[in-house]
């Protein structure tokens, strides 16, 4: 298995409040991404990062920042919690030293709880 | 943009029979991957199978094999000699051939093997 960790596993907190979610793998991949996995919809992309300080946008960007200061590490921040960011978040990365990007591994996942 | 999107929501199976779950995406590329992807109740998710599109030749993984259909725009999963530990949401996932990787999922289908 891939070394991908996320913490907090669990989270409840209340609307309003800042939340930070952090991955940490230790594969020296170079792209990381945040999904959020909600009924009915499958996972969907939050941000992605394709290196040190490199970032972009996913389909569901609203309301969410990332950053990544180190190869390792990739945070996720809810500057401001809404109910409707109750939802699981799953961290992945991905290998290009083939020069190609396939599969993506994904990390265990954070259960967020907006009240 | 890119769609997936998986019309069978739950399908049951008895142990040791096949199973084939349905896929279809919708894209202008021609030059993309496809994957499944099991998520267990333990939420983990894990890559079951991957499909070049340059590729001809059907993907299979042991007791899993794929039936792309490039021109149909199908990609369906056959399980076969299912068993108990197959039982798990299945997802269906596309991603483009080029830098970023990101991933666009299908809605899921909820597969049941019953003893």
């Known amino acids: 298995d891939a070394g991908i960790t996320q913490s907090p596993r669990h989270k409840v907190t209340e609307t309003g409040t800042p939340v930070t979610l952090r991955c940490h793998q230790t594969?020296?991949?170079?792209?990381m991404y945040w999904y959020r996995q909600d009924p009915g919809h499958g996972l969907r992309l939050i941000h992605y990062?394709?290196?040190?300080?490199?970032?972009d946008k996913g389909e569901v960007s609203d309301g969410y920042s990332v950053s990544r200061s180190k190869t390792e590490d990739f945070l996720l921040t809810l500057e401001s919690a809404t109910s409707s960011q109750t939802s699981v978040y799953f961290c992945?990365?991905?290998?290009?030293?083939?020069?190609?990007?396939?599969?993506?591994?994904f990390g265990p996942g954070t259960r967020l709880t907006v009240t | 943009a890119q769609t997936v999107t998986q019309s069978q929501p739950e399908m049951s199976v008895q142990e040791a029979e096949t199973v084939t779950l349905s896929c279809t995406y919708d894209?202008?590329?021609?030059?993309?991957?496809l994957f499944w992807y099991k998520q267990p109740p333990s939420r983990q998710m894990i890559l079951v199978i991957r499909?070049?599109?340059?590729?001809?030749q059907n993907a299979t993984e042991n007791r899993f094999s794929v039936n792309f259909q490039k021109a149909a725009k199908s990609f369906s999963l056959k399980i076969s000699d299912s068993q108990l530990g197959d039982t798990a949401m299945y997802f269906c996932?596309?991603?483009?051939?080029?830098?970023?990787?990101?991933?666009?999922f299908g809605q899921g289908t909820e597969l049941s093997v019953k003893p």
């Open positions: 499909q070049e599109a340059y590729k001809q």
């Open positions: 894209t202008s590329e021609n030059n993309y991957y």
């Open positions: 594969e020296n991949h170079r792209y």
């Open positions: 990062s394709y290196g040190v300080k490199d970032t």
């Open positions: 992945a990365i991905s290998e290009t030293r083939t020069g190609s990007i396939h599969e993506q591994y």
């Open positions: 996932a596309f991603m483009k051939d080029d830098q970023g990787g990101k991933l666009i």
